[in-house]
């Protein structure tokens, strides 16, 4: 499995960015992303110019929405369903993400925990979902110096209380990008894992199986070893002996622009801390007893001298 | 230009979160139809109202109450109002929706090129429809005016 970095969730001049449909892509190859979604607010009017222009270009864009409603955002990515945003309600919620993901279109919570109204037109998610199961990925973090906010400790605690009650939910990092220079360069990513040649149709089957983790310029190998066989972030694995091997790095390209110090990193066995270690920045193997859950991994670090989660892996799910 | 329909809406603090619609006839084939939508105030120029909003809204998400200094929320004042703007047409449903942030704007639809935000549409007789959907109604009252033409 190869990683991949992307950026799903974007703007262009169709809603509140400043981005015609063509700048967005040459910003974002000028940015490195290897795919984006253009997920403009209620509306999809720049898709079609978007993503014509980003095959010329070699950059995959793959069709979106962000349905911007009064209650919180909800990111809609394929392109294949087609929601009225004044249609949904606090009460039809969960039937209108239903109605997306039967269309096989992915279903992102965008951030959820900013303050919202009255700093923002409700992107406070405050749905309250009775099936988190049509919800294929969540933004852990989100636009600036994520590893510090009050917003990202929110998130990643409602994240784990998902996992903690049997959802698979993709972490992802969602820049929210309106303008050329916000935010540049990157700041973090959203890494993807696909196998053979990137396509939008792997990205999206990626994100299902929750094949992602987010980082702050650090690229991340790591697998569950179990009765000889490699699993990847995202898989289900049988519970027993095991081990995790990963092995981390900081980009160069993102150590010109941020420091970034990988510290530690940290294993948890469902939501219990199971072990903590420093980074020594070579590869490492953690022998493990896989139990019934999640397993999953977090690198702490420190960002231009702000400390926090430098990584947020997807977890191993264990059968 | 000929004027299609004009609309004055009055809405108040309690009508956030909702949809208003307003239909019209079209009753020849234009080229093209334009909607001037505005309304006023933008801005809640209330210091402490706009204080005490944002210090409820920080309390209600349980933020750590040094989120933000006063001398860093007074940085977010004035507060403002947000209506966006969606159109229907009568052949071809939903053309999109207008998410800026500016208080005044002209939109328009025609089958070669729409503004953005809206799809290309080919103006049909029948009845149109377009909503002004309430975001965030931070002041007392706000007064919209819409302003409906065809080419």
């Not at chain 1, 700093?119 to 199961?133: A, G, I, P, T, V």
């Not at chain 2, 603090?13 to 001037?36: A, C, G, P, Q, W």
């Not at chain 2, 505005?38 to 210091?47: A, H, M």
């Not at chain 2, 029948?126 to 302003?147: E, F, Q, R, Y």
Request: charged residues 25%; negative net charge; contains cysteine.
């Amino acid at each position: 499995m190869k990683w991949h970095k992307v950026e799903l969730h974007t703007h262009t001049i169709a809603s509140d960015g400043d981005m015609l449909p063509t700048d967005l892509v040459d910003n974002a190859l000028d940015r490195k992303y290897e795919a984006i979604a253009l997920t403009d607010h209620n509306t999809t009017s720049s898709v079609a110019e978007a993503v014509a222009y980003g095959k010329k270009k070699k950059l995959i864009v793959i069709p979106g929405i962000e349905l911007t409603t009064f209650w919180g955002h909800i990111v809609v990515t394929g392109g294949n369903s087609h929601i009225d945003w004044r249609d949904i309600t606090l009460d039809n919620i969960d039937e209108i993400l239903k109605g997306a993901r039967d269309k096989n279109d992915l279903v992102t919570v965008a951030h959820p925990k900013r303050i919202g109204t009255p700093f923002c037109s409700e992107c406070r998610f405050l749905f309250k979902l009775k099936d988190w199961s049509n919800v294929t990925s969540y933004e852990v973090w989100s636009h600036y110096m994520p590893q510090a906010s009050f917003e990202s400790k929110q998130t990643k605690e409602e994240w784990i209380s998902l996992l903690d009650q049997g959802y698979k939910i993709a972490p992802v990092y969602g820049f929210d990008w309106h303008t050329r220079d916000e935010g540049c360069p990157a700041i973090a990513y959203t890494y993807v894992g696909v196998v053979g040649d990137l396509t939008e149709e792997k990205i999206l089957k990626a994100i299902e199986k929750s094949h992602t983790y987010i980082s702050m310029g650090i690229e991340i190998d790591c697998k569950a070893v179990r009765y000889g066989n490699d699993y990847n972030l995202g898989d289900s694995l049988p519970s027993g002996e095991g081990e995790i091997v990963i092995s981390a790095n900081v980009v160069d390209e993102y150590a010109k622009y941020y420091s970034c110090e990988i510290k530690g990193m940290r294993f948890y066995k469902n939501n219990k801390l199971y072990l903590a270690r420093k980074w020594s920045g070579e590869k490492i193997s953690v022998p493990v007893e896989f139990d019934k859950g999640y397993f999953r991994v977090e690198l702490y670090g420190t960002v231009d001298g702000i400390d926090g989660d430098v990584a947020i892996l997807s977890p191993f799910y264990i059968k | 230009m000929e004027e299609i329909a004009r609309f004055d809406i009055h809405v108040t603090s309690s009508d956030t979160k909702t949809h208003i619609n307003r239909s019209f006839e079209v009753n020849k084939e234009y080229s093209k139809l334009v909607f001037d939508v505005s309304y006023s105030p933008k801005y809640l120029e209330d210091v402490s109202k706009c204080m005490q909003l944002m210090k409820q809204r920080i309390k209600d998400v349980g933020f750590e109450e040094d989120f933000l200094p006063d001398k860093e929320l007074a940085k977010a004042i004035p507060l403002a109002n947000h209506i966006s703007w969606s159109i229907d047409s009568p052949k071809d449903g939903y053309l999109g929706t207008k998410h800026k942030h500016n208080p005044h704007q002209i939109l328009e639809i025609s089958e070669e090129k729409s503004s953005f935000g809206f799809m290309p549409a080919k103006i049909v007789k029948g009845t149109w429809n377009i909503t002004s959907s309430m975001n965030a109604i931070l002041t007392d009252d706000v007064d919209i005016h819409i302003i409906v033409s065809g080419e």
